[in-house]
């Protein structure tokens, strides 16, 4: 089965740090997400991207945050100077906006844990 | 914001059937229900949608209320691999459209 898959599993940075997590979505996808998870804390929407060009985002994704789909397979969200706050896991999902029905189906990948010290 | 209503957690026996609810009762005409699941901080993991009929996969079932203002979420034969957190989730159908996760039922299945 199809899936996303993202790296590293695990970082540790140094706050100030520049940080980039790396996703590479399901090959025939057209959007593509980015969510992050605070210990204890729920699930909560980044940006979605489509196009080359984002499509939402959220509150959270102030300046400090991007995203680039540097070529055809890889989706990168970068965090420039990362704060104590960032600790969290990042998921990346992807959807062809189509499913079943018609639906909008998201996958997601396995997540990839930023610890900031 | 979420525009749905779970219990914060339930119980289920190993091999019983697992029914969790969900209330919608501002659900839209053109809004789907999704069901996520997320076990132990994985990626969110997706089980079922439905319109207004119900629907039946290899994972479970969705029932929906023929007002549409509620669901339950049926595990026929939960295994103790089925314990995590379960999220209901109304959403437009449109392209690209974003998922809003509220905080879930953690559903505990013992043996």
Known sequence: EPEVTQTPSHQVTQMGQEVILRCVPISNHLYFYWYRQILGQKVEFLVSFYNNEIS????????????????????????????????????????????????????????SRLTVL | DAKTTQ?????????????LPCNHSTISGNEYVYWYRQIHSQGPQYIIHGLKNNETNEMASL???????????????????DTAVYYCIVMAWEYGNKLVFGAGTILRVKS
Do not use: W
């Open chain 1, 56 to 111: 939402e985002k959220s509150e959270i994704f102030d300046d400090q945050f991007s995203v680039e789909r540097p070529d055809g397979s890889n989706f990168t969200l970068k965090i420039r100077s990362t704060k104590l706050e960032d600790s969290a896991m990042y998921f990346c999902a992807s959807s062809d906006g189509l499913g079943p029905s018609g639906a909008n189906v998201l996958t997601f990948g396995a997540g």
């Open chain 2, 7 to 19: 219990p914060p957690s339930m119980d289920c026996a190993e091999g019983r059937a697992a029914n």
């Open chain 2, 63 to 81: 029932i929906i209320t023929e007002d549409r203002k509620s669901s339950t979420l049926i595990l026929p034969h939960a295994t103790l691999r």
